[in-house]
């Protein structure tokens, strides 16, 4: 069907208007939206081989492997959050309490100081037994108020968190049966080069398997062996702090760094300089040992994107969409770096078919340099 100039603009007018409008329909559920298409792109090969395995049954295959990943995934994710909502009672008990004595404990650990830091110290007024207890309880008071009104806030969300769940496993199991459907109806709807689309559509499952599955993975392992290391340590609320280091690991480099220094500087300060030690020893080598292999071998292998842009991009994401972030910032630096090689290549392309062998300012700059 032909369109006049005037029916064009209109007609993309239009188009935009009901995409925003149904943007703007789906924002509400746009995590359990994510985390549908996230999963079902991981799972996609199991849900091939479970419906070779029921003789091409698409239905019974899609419901199987959402079976599976309740049971791998979903399972172990509700008795980990069940313990540590336990773990996290006791400490806030511990905290209303003063079980803890930390106004004590930390003025003990001033003895341990050199001169220069209790000096340091003095300047802001925390050199003082009576300034310190007040300001600790300041900050203790107003940590147990957000840790109560976060707690709140849960509770009045769980409804719209069950809702959310519901949903994203609603559509899970549609996006398992008909994925391949759908993955070629967007693909034919694009307007895009072929080879553009292929690039874009394999650049996207790469990326959103392989930050998934390594982060994941990298975040169990460092949360398991960072949890052990306290625990041995003698360190309450091992699980707690285990499982911090495991969502502070999504930030590369420098995410269980700022959970374990604080630990052992506690640790050395109240005398304990050979767990301090072994401590230190152990996140350096062996936790931070198993950051750089496995990262690299899980993430950056298949992303190949450098260090520095996955860090980064990692943390504007999670500083703009929370937790969705540590999968939305990759795969937005991703798709962009794909987007201007292709851009690139294409240029390329276009000035050899033309016969002009003109380089960039900086080719040309290196060549007179070595002439």
């Not at 949903?167 to 899970?172: H, R």
């Amino acid at each position: 069907m032909l369109m006049g100039k005037t029916s064009k603009i209109l007609f993309a007018l239009i188009l935009a208007l009901v995409t925003l409008a149904l943007c703007s329909i789906l924002r509400p559920w746009f995590s359990s939206l994510l985390w549908a298409v996230i999963l079902a792109v991981i799972f996609y090969k199991t849900k091939i081989w479970l419906s070779r395995a029921t003789g091409g049954r698409n239905g019974l295959a899609a419901l199987l492997t959402l079976l599976v990943i309740c049971l791998i995934v979903f399972t172990p994710l509700a008795i980990i959050a069940s313990s540590l909502a336990r773990e996290f009672n006791t400490v806030y008990q511990n905290l209303q309490t003063d079980n803890a004595n930390i106004a004590r404990l930390f003025y003990e650990y001033l003895g341990y100081l050199p001169d220069w830091a209790r000096g340091l110290l003095a300047e802001y007024q925390l050199d003082n037994l009576t300034d310190i207890r007040s300001k600790l309880s300041e900050v203790a008071m107003k940590g147990s108020q957000y840790a109560a009104g976060s707690v709140l806030l849960i509770s009045k969300n769980t409804f719209g968190l069950a809702v959310g769940f519901g949903v994203m496993l609603y559509l899970l199991f549609f996006f398992l049966k008909d994925g391949a459907r759908l993955v070629e109806l967007a693909f034919k709807a694009i307007p895009l080069e072929n080879n553009m689309k292929y690039r874009l559509f394999a650049r996207f499952a790469a990326v959103a398997r392989a930050t998934v599955k390594g982060t994941v993975v990298v975040a169990v392992v460092q949360g398991a062996l960072g949890g052990i290391a306290f625990y041995f340590a003698g360190i309450e609320a091992s699980l707690l702090w285990g499982a911090l280091m495991a969502f502070l690991s999504l930030i590369p480099a420098v995410g269980t760094a700022l959970v374990w220094i604080p630990a052992a500087i506690y640790l050395f300060a109240t005398g304990m300089i050979i767990k301090g030690l072994l401590l230190t020893l152990w996140f350096v080598v062996v936790v931070g040992l198993s950051d750089n292999i496995l990262r690299p071998l899980l993430v950056g292998k298949d992303i190949r994107m450098p260090d520095w842009l996955i860090l980064i991009t990692t943390l504007g994401g999670l500083s703009i969409y929370g937790i969705n972030g540590f999968v939305i910032g990759p795969m937005v630096a991703a798709l962009f770096v794909t987007c201007w090689n292709y851009f690139y290549q294409a240029d390329q392309e276009k000035r050899r078919l033309n016969g002009d062998d003109s380089k960039v300012p900086a080719q040309q700059e290196v060549t007179e340099t070595k002439r």
